[in-house]
């Protein structure tokens, strides 16, 4: 049977993500020196891997950290559908639900099933999840033994592997991130399966 291999790799570290700033959409920051560490980590235990193609959203934290396989001349896409979620006017600020009441609100919405629910001039996690399925359309109509490498966000990528997985949005939080960690899926005819869940075994030296 068929088997995609599907990559699903968040971004780097970048100084936002030091500082605590939220970046989302609107913010397009490049990898500090971790993150670049990170990038090559990944690049050394990787490369060997026949990589079919790549994608990454159109912000350069997420090229960044995957230069040196797009470097190799493999086909790459940039997806506005792989973009992180639009914070709104909160990005390029340092919030916390516990240091902003309405952000936590909504982040309390969403755990109880709310996927509309936006910071004022934001993104909810519908409309993110709307925008994600050409690229979720795309990958069904690529070769069905492709491996595919796909570099996005955190909150990003929680909403893609519900949709993937078929779970509800409430659920994405239950999907870890930290900077450049990976989730390995396998999809056949009979669905996606995770085979690395937060991996980031290529990040120890």
Not at 3 to 28: A, E, K, M, P
Not at 134 to 149: C, G, K, Q, S
Not at 163 to 181: I, K, T, V, W
């Amino acid at each position: 049977m068929p088997v995609q291999q599907l990559y699903l790799l968040r971004h780097g570290q970048t100084d936002f993500n030091v500082q605590g700033i939220v970046q989302g959409s609107g913010i397009d920051s490049d990898l500090n020196d971790t993150g670049r560490a990170q990038a090559a980590l990944f690049w050394a235990a990787y490369r060997q891997v026949p990589f079919a193609r790549i994608y990454t959203s159109r912000l350069k934290r997420t090229r960044q950290s995957v230069q040196r396989f797009i470097d190799l001349g493999l086909p790459h896409e940039e997806l506005a559908a792989l973009n992180e979620i639009s914070w709104g006017d909160r990005e390029g600020q340092r919030i916390t639900p516990q240091e902003d009441a309405e952000y936590g609100q909504v982040l309390a919405q969403w755990n109880a099933g709310n996927d509309d629910a936006r910071l004022p001039g934001g993104e909810s996690p519908a409309e993110v999840a709307r925008r994600q399925r050409p690229f979720i359309e795309l990958l069904a109509n690529r070769p069905a033994d492709e491996i595919v490498l796909a570099c996005l966000h955190g909150r990003a990528l929680r909403v893609l592997l519900c949709q993937l997985l078929h779970y509800p949005l409430r659920c994405m939080d239950g999907f870890e991130h930290q900077n450049l960690c990976l989730y390995k899926l396998h999809h056949t005819a009979a669905g996606y399966t995770i085979r690395n869940f937060l991996d980031v075994s290529h990040l120890a030296e």
